[in-house]
């Protein structure tokens, strides 16, 4: 069965990086989008990056192009999410998300999704 696991998050202060990872298991990653979105306390869940395993094409939001960068260990099943120059308004719980590619940054288009991990910047 599909499984999906971030992990990676914690407090930074503005300016810190992190990298969070998303450990896959249950299908064959080659075929899948795996996507990164957030959520803030009272705020809809915002697409912030993908990557489409099957040509390791990415797409990035506005909010993070330059500051974030995903990637792909297919031989770990793992997906990463490098989050540099960190700001105050990145706070929030993270998620991976795995479709059948291509990708999308619609949360409403994923059909399996891990159980989040939380990112504070604060100083």
């Known amino acids: 069965q599909v499984h999906l696991e971030e992990s990676g998050g914690g407090l930074v202060q503005p300016g810190g990086s992190l990298r969070l990872s998303c450990v896959t298991s249950g299908f064959t990653l080659d075929w899948y989008a795996i996507a990164w979105f957030r959520q803030a306390p009272g705020e809809g869940r915002q697409g912030v990056s993908f990557?489409?395993?099957?040509?390791?094409?990415?797409t990035y939001s506005d909010a993070v192009r330059g500051r974030f960068t995903v990637s792909s260990d297919k031989a770990k099943h793992t997906v990463y999410l490098q989050m540099n120059s960190l700001k105050l308004e990145d706070t929030a719980v993270y998620y991976c998300?795995?479709?059948?590619?291509?990708?999308?940054?619609?949360?409403?288009?994923?059909?399996?999704w891990g159980q989040g991990t939380q990112v504070t910047v604060s100083s």
């Open positions: 998300a795995a479709r059948r590619w291509p990708g999308t940054l619609n949360p409403l288009m994923y059909d399996y």
């Open positions: 990557i489409s395993n099957g040509d390791g094409s990415t």
